[in-house]
């Protein structure tokens, strides 16, 4: 028998499953893991780990609670990082947005009214200093921000796993099947085992629907992201700067990052796949549109090959709504972090721990006080929904990249299909 059983070693459950060890460091405490560290979407992601983020536009008080939680879950990563000296390309350096199109150059304005609407620090950047950062002349303006950590996620998730108390035990590819309550006993069923607990902690994001919790919320839109190999020696390689993130200021545009040890990363694109993976045709398109984004930005590297091409499931709601709280008597479950999850999710699984300990804090609060996700219709009508905006947006994109006469690059079939390799 377990004290606690933790679903997902993801940023959510591992923050989860370390702060239940340090409020009972004489519990048993699982986690069990569907997959292998790392391999899921806390590992496969872009690395910002961002203390305020605004793709939408809520209500000032919500606002104001998504971003006291965000900063308090990256302060919680900073905290472990340190700690635990987890060597993970921690990189305090901030994030720009940076516009291509007038459309995103609007965008950029009414983002630099909700940053200072918010308190938080915005500084114009103009076209000559992100070419002086990106080595790309073609942005027409920036907007930076300090506040966002880049990292390289593979290395932190495994750090995070490796740092975890004494008396948490982790199991990989162990995933949970069903929850059956026994009396006042939950019974946690994997495939190969059954584990009794007291209390039992769902952290499985888009695997919660799975285990009857979230049902009927959650779109899973799958996003793609590729990475070149190390770019010393291509001509004109991008940028003085020794690293940086950039992120799209419409949401199908690209994240961009140069990363640490001279790799450009671009991560673009979406798909509606109900059932967590895209198809080859869409690969094949995301290959194109991330070939097209490069050749666009710094035409000298258009022939540079992508070594490693990934997808990952974004847990999206209508209205970036959270599943939070004790859903069922010692149930506790915490799910879809929307897109930046890094830090919202580490400090949802922290607070998940205090409800079930029954301990108080106005983070809690805040947490408490966000929206329920908004129902969705069956996956057929989503689909037609999702998949007419994902349309749009391509058009948009091909509007404005030339996608033709671009060199094959590695596809989908024959790239390794990995999310970053450790640091
Ligand atoms: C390509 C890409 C780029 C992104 N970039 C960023 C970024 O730069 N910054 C940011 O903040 N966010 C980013 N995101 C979103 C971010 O990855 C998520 O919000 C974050 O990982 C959420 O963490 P989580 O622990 O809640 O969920 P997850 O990371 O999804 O973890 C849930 C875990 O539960 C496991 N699981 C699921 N079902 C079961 C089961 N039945 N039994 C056992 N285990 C189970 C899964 O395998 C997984 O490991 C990106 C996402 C993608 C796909």
């Not at 290395?155 to 009396?183: D, F, H, K, W």
Request: charged letters at 20%.
């Amino acid at each position: 028998m377990a004290d606690f059983v933790v679903i997902g070693a993801g940023f959510t459950g591992l923050a989860c499953s370390r702060r239940l060890a340090e409020l009972f460091p004489t519990a048993t405490i699982l986690v069990l893991e569907a997959d292998r560290i790392g391999a899921a979407n806390s590992g496969r992601n872009s690395g910002f780990l961002l203390d305020i983020s605004f793709y939408d536009d809520p209500p000032p008080a919500i606002r104001a609670a998504r971003t006291r939680l965000q900063r308090g879950g990256l302060e919680e990563l900073r905290r472990v990082v340190s700690d635990y000296h987890i060597s993970c390309d921690w990189q305090a350096r901030g994030h720009l947005y940076a516009a291509i199109t007038d459309d995103e150059d609007r965008y950029l304005s009414r983002l630099a009214v909700r940053y200072a609407d918010a308190g938080a620090p915005m500084e114009e950047c103009p076209a000559d200093r992100v070419s002086e950062v990106t080595g790309s002349s073609r942005f027409l303006r920036g907007l930076f921000h300090p506040g966002t950590v880049l990292v390289q996620p593979v290395a932190l998730i495994r750090g995070l796993t490796t740092s975890l108390p004494g008396n948490v035990q982790l199991y990989e590819n162990s995933g949970v099947r069903r929850l059956e309550r026994r009396g006042s006993v939950i019974v946690v069923q994997t495939d190969k085992s059954r584990i009794t607990a007291q209390k039992v902690f769902v952290c499985a994001n888009g695997g919660t629907p799975g285990l009857g919790y979230g049902k009927n919320r959650l779109l899973k839109v799958s996003t793609f992201a590729a990475m070149t190999p190390v770019l010393d020696g291509w001509p004109g390689a991008f940028g003085e700067a020794e690293s940086f993130g950039l992120l799209p200021t419409l949401l199908g545009g690209a994240t961009l990052r140069k990363t640490k040890d001279g790799r450009l990363l671009v991560r673009q694109g979406a798909a509606f796949t109900p059932a967590g993976c895209p198809s080859a045709a869409e690969f094949g398109r995301f290959s194109e549109q991330a070939r097209a984004t490069v050749k666009r930005l710094w035409p000298e590297l258009a022939k540079v090959p992508f070594e490693f091409i990934w997808s990952g499931v974004m847990s999206l709601t209508r209205n970036t709504g959270q599943v939070f709280g004790e859903l069922a008597e010692n149930v506790f479950v915490s799910a879809f972090c929307n897109g930046a999850g890094n830090t919202s999710g580490t400090m949802a699984g922290k607070l998940l721990a205090d409800l079930s300990a029954g301990r108080s804090s106005d983070l809690l609060s805040d947490q408490m006080s966000l929206p329920s996700p908004r129902w969705v219709p069956p996956d057929v009508i989503c689909g037609f929904f999702v998949n007419r905006q994902i349309a749009a947006e391509n058009r948009k994109l091909e509007e404005v990249c030339e996608m033709t006469d671009l060199e094959p690059i590695l596809s989908a079939s024959t790239a390794r299909a990995l999310p970053w390799t450790p640091g």
